[in-house]
């Protein structure tokens, strides 16, 4: 292939030819977008499996350009400075990676203030960047977006909190309904006169109109940094193992706890220990009135952080509609497969040739495919620790479509795949999240394939077939004859370390046939 990239063996099974092939994708490798919000300016380069997307390069400036917007109708003089800076040196480095000019949108500090075209020209003359400033509706569709670039299936109420607004719009069958603006950002919210009272009042009469326009439902997603902050308290009071933002999930009443705690806390040393900005962790009590007013309102029961957001919306839509329905973690497990496996394509083979073992899982069989495809991506890693960087890629990895229980479960198969023992103890934590039937699911899946591994020098027609029965509890491998010297002693051993897992005698049967085999 002209771009480098191997292609896998055919048989595409039921997600189709890798999307990554696609010259539509191909198009996406590289994407730059530029983010020019009330209180941060962003750049991020997408690169990679246009699905579920790399980040290539991703760096934030908290500016304030909104910062006393409300009391003044212009932008911070000191902001806009920091913004220009931030945004010179953004276009520079985008001229460096050959992808200028890159895709930029101004929400809804520049959209409101009086000078917010004055500074939109100054840019643009001054770096040749042209922003689009985009309304409060259209940024809260491609919020929407975002979320369904992680979460294709998502159905529920997005909410995107700003620095000076904040946007609600409701998706659901992969597209975006209602949405609405609001100027409940907390950056505004922190300057208005009146006190706590007058600000209470204004969130409740705001919130009360978004009901009126949008309509209810049970789940919400959290898109924006104050959210995202909220998210990293919840999980520093709960102690919570698993440091991953996206697809964290809460309940309004964790999330009440939480709050009710931060402000009995000294926001410093919370800030020190969630590791964020001191801008970032001021706006968090503002964020949080807004939040319970939010979910009361609109009688959330189930609340989910969403690592992406306006930025991934616009990489969405750029995306043909062929290549948004696909899977996330499928494409990202095919694509990281295709780009640092030793040989891009046997993941594939070696799901067919597992997938007797697991007739009715418990497990999500999309991670059990996910597993195989990533089952050699880590190969380059020392022997000695070869399991733990997999069980680390795997729950902290840049993964979409997959929740966080998802995450430890392909560590975990994935570290038995090196390994014939669990990971060690620095990792129960993250084990605990699993219930033992899933932990003992991910050790077959292991050891399946670590022992169909001893097969990948072969022709794929010479794996053979696991004829499986577990009401009988036994085990059948039938291996072509010209299969049956690949049989050796580690591989001996590394099945019966399968059967022992499951439970099982075991046989071995020479066959001509390689017939497809149905478990019972």
Request: hydrophobic letters at 40%; glycine letters at 10%.
């Amino acid at each position: 292939m002209d771009d480098g990239i191997p292609e896998p063996h055919g048989d595409w099974g039921p997600f189709g030819r890798p999307i990554f092939t696609d010259p539509a994708a191909r198009a996406l490798s590289r994407v730059g977008v530029l983010d020019v919000g009330s209180n941060s300016i962003r750049m991020v380069v997408f690169d990679g499996a246009a699905r579920s997307p790399a980040y290539f390069y991703n760096e934030k400036v908290m500016a304030g350009l909104g910062a006393g917007l409300d009391r003044t109708g212009t932008l911070n003089p000191e902001g806009r400075d920091r913004a220009l800076s931030a945004i010179k040196r953004f276009s520079t480095l985008a001229d460096g990676m050959g992808i200028a000019p890159l895709t930029a949108v101004a929400t809804a500090a520049v959209r409101v203030a009086s000078d917010g075209d004055e500074f939109r020209a100054l840019v643009e003359r001054e770096t040749g960047q042209t922003i689009h400033v985009i309304d409060g509706e259209e940024e809260a569709r491609l919020s929407a977006q975002g979320v369904l670039l992680g979460w294709p299936d998502a159905a529920g109420l997005v909410c995107d909190i700003g620095g000076s607004s904040m946007e609600l719009a409701r998706i659901e069958g992969g597209r975006v309904w209602e949405r609405a603006t609001s100027p409940l950002g907390p950056l505004r919210l922190s300057t208005m006169g009146g006190g706590k009272k007058a600000r209470n009042k204004e969130i409740k009469t705001v919130m009360a109109g978004l009901a009126e326009r949008i309509e209810r439902h049970e789940r919400l997603y959290l898109v924006g940094g104050s959210w995202r902050a909220i998210a990293r308290l919840d999980m520093v009071r709960k102690d919570y193992p698993l440091s991953v933002l996206h697809d964290y999930r809460m309940t309004p009443k964790s999330i009440r706890e939480t709050l009710d705690w931060i402000d009995g806390q000294d926001l410093e040393v919370l800030r020190q220990q969630a590791r964020l900005s001191s801008a970032r962790i001021s706006l968090v009590p503002m964020a949080g009135e807004v939040l319970r007013r939010l979910m009361s309102t609109f009688g959330i029961r189930e609340v989910v952080t969403s690592g992406y957001g306006i930025r991934e919306g616009l990489l969405y839509e750029q995306m043909p509609h062929r290549i948004r329905s696909r899977d996330p973690l499928i494409e990202a497990a095919r694509y990281s497969e295709a780009m640092s496996a030793r040989l891009p394509g046997f993941g594939h083979v070696l799901h067919h040739f597992i997938k007797p073992l697991f007739p009715r899982p418990r497990a999500d069989k999309r991670w059990i495919e996910a597993a195989c495809l990533l089952h050699d991506v880590n190969w380059r890693a020392h022997p000695d620790y070869r399991a733990e960087v997999c069980f680390d890629s795997a729950t902290r990895g840049n993964l979409g479509g997959v929740d966080h229980e998802g995450r430890v479960f392909l560590g975990l198969a994935l570290a038995h795949r090196y390994r014939n023992a669990r990971p060690g103890s620095q990792f129960t934590p993250l084990l605990d999240m699993l219930d033992e039937r899933l932990v003992k699911e991910a050790e077959v899946l292991g050891k399946a394939m670590r022992f169909g591994a001893m097969f990948s020098f072969a022709n794929p027609d010479g794996m053979g077939v696991f004829r499986y029965r577990p009401k009988k509890m036994t085990l059948e491998l039938c291996l072509p004859p010209a299969s049956a010297s690949l049989f050796g002693e580690v591989a001996v051993a590394r099945f019966a370390s399968l059967a022992r897992a499951l439970g099982v005698e075991t046989s071995v049967t020479l066959t001509k046939a390689r017939a497809a085999v149905k478990p019972d």
